[in-house]
């Protein structure tokens, strides 16, 4: 309180002044000497950032796996028997960089109750999920992860689900000591004469919560714009055209939140943001446009997206090998299908390492898939991960090419 009551009166000196002597020098000067003393009082610590993870009811539901990955760096977090219980549980804090950091959460459960008559004993809900989010000094940003039951849920499988927030709490504070006054004959602009009755209020400030935010947005090809389609979704939804050859970037104001930017054009593959704004920001927004090849490489069938190329991946490798044009063509589809949510199943040969290690590999497989999709600017929200090991071979594992179509992903059509 005695802090806050500190910058309450050094606010009022920055406004007002102290007039000390005949020959008071400008009001620039005592705003930026108020200014030095202040940056003086305040001690400004380094960003931190605090993991939390809330988990389901331990007799109902049974945590199996958890793994969070934050700016790449796996995190060492209590074993899943400590983690089991409802929570929260802090799992780590730690000091971080000022600026963008992206926190992978991946959560196993399976159904504890065996009982046969449940149309979910036996499952095994393996959710990941990836977050974006901004650190800034004298902050620490708390990120909880959450298990939550859907009970409306059509598709047992998608009973559970793993779901992010994000709040934000200032650890800078003022220093003990006195306030600084105004240097001696140091002073400010007279007071304002006294407003009569009749002076109606003035309108109050603007606030961040209250201030719209801008997007200036851009779809090129070749540096030319594009004519196209933009659409925003978020705390407000609207559609925007933009227009060929515009000569500067369209600008769109919505309200502060999270949004889904899709950009569509004839001829062109379809691209999509995730993007947080903040009250009275303007943020650019450029689409690189690509233009549609003839074939099409994606196709749904009996409930899946179907890949002409598939992904290929080495043995004993996660990653998919950088020589496939499907990734652009998968998301050009999604975001043509906004409600549309998938299922990445991960697969393996019979030959890479011991069981466990395969089953291991084909999640991170999985894994690696949405990682790709999520950074094309795909909202994580719509993607599910499963690792299935060599449990549903594509081909003998007897030959080389039997094994290299086995080393695969499958896309599962989820019903929102």
């Known amino acids: 309180m005695d802090s806050l009551l500190k910058l309450g009166l050094l606010t009022v000196l920055l406004a007002a002044g102290v007039v000390r002597a005949a020959e008071p020098p400008s009001v620039e000067q005592v705003r930026a000497e108020l200014d030095r003393q202040l940056q003086g009082m305040v001690n400004t610590p380094a960003p931190e950032v605090r993991l939390l993870f809330s988990g389901l009811d331990p007799s109902e539901y049974r945590l199996v796996e958890v793994h969070f990955t934050l700016d790449g760096e796996p995190l060492s977090v209590a ?10 549980h802090v799992l780590t804090t730690r000091q971080v960089k000022d600026g963008p950091h992206t926190l992978v959460s991946n959560v196993v459960y399976m159904d504890a109750s065996w009982n046969m008559f449940s149309e979910t ?24 992860a959450t298990a939550l039951l859907v009970p409306e849920a059509k598709d047992p499988r998608q009973k559970v689900k793993l779901a992010h927030d994000v709040t ?66 978020g705390a407000t939804t609207q559609q925007v055209a933009l227009k060929r050859g515009a000569p500067a970037p369209t600008q769109v104001e919505v309200a502060p939140g999270d949004y889904t930017v899709d950009v569509i ?81 991960g697969h393996t040969d019979n030959q890479e390492g011991e069981e466990s290690a395969r089953k291991q590999l084909s999640e991170a497989r999985a894994r690696a898939v949405a990682e790709l999709l999520v950074k094309a600017g795909l ?34 059509v989820l019903e929102r």
Do not use: C
């Not at 074993?79 to 929260?88: F, I, M, R």
């Not at 994580?380 to 090991?389: D, I, N, Q, S």
């Not at 549903?392 to 094994?403: D, K, S, V």
């Open 168 to 233: 934000a709490e200032m650890i800078a504070k003022l220093e003990d000591g006195t306030l600084p006054e105004p240097p001696p004959g140091q002073g400010g602009p007279p007071p304002e004469p006294p407003r009569t009755p009749r002076d109606p209020d003035p309108p109050p400030a603007p606030t961040a919560q209250t201030q719209k935010a801008r997007l200036l947005v851009s779809a090129t090809m070749s540096r030319k714009p594009v004519a196209s389609t933009l659409s925003v979704r």
């Open 79 to 88: 074993p899943v028997d400590e983690l089991g219980s409802p929570g929260p």
């Open 265 to 345: 054009a004839p001829g062109y593959l379809a691209q999509t943001r995730h993007v947080r704004l903040s009250g009275g920001n303007t943020q650019p927004l450029d689409f690189a446009m690509v233009r549609a090849p003839k074939k099409k490489l994606v196709k749904e069938k009996n409930g899946r997206l179907e890949l002409l190329k598939p992904l290929r991946f080495p043995e004993g490798n996660a990653a998919p090998l950088p020589d496939s044009d499907s990734i652009p063509q998968l998301v050009d589809t999604l975001v043509r299908r906004p409600s549309q949510r998938i299922r990445i199943e």
């Open 379 to 412: 909202d994580p929200a719509r993607l599910e991960t499963v690792g299935l090991a060599d449990t549903r071979p594509r081909a003998p594992n007897f030959t080389p090419r039997g094994r290299e179509l086995n080393r695969r992903v499958e896309l599962i």
């Open 121 to 144: 004993s036996g499952l095994l809900w393996n959710m990941t999920s990836t977050l974006n989010f901004q650190t800034q000094r004298g902050l620490r940003v708390d990120v909880k």
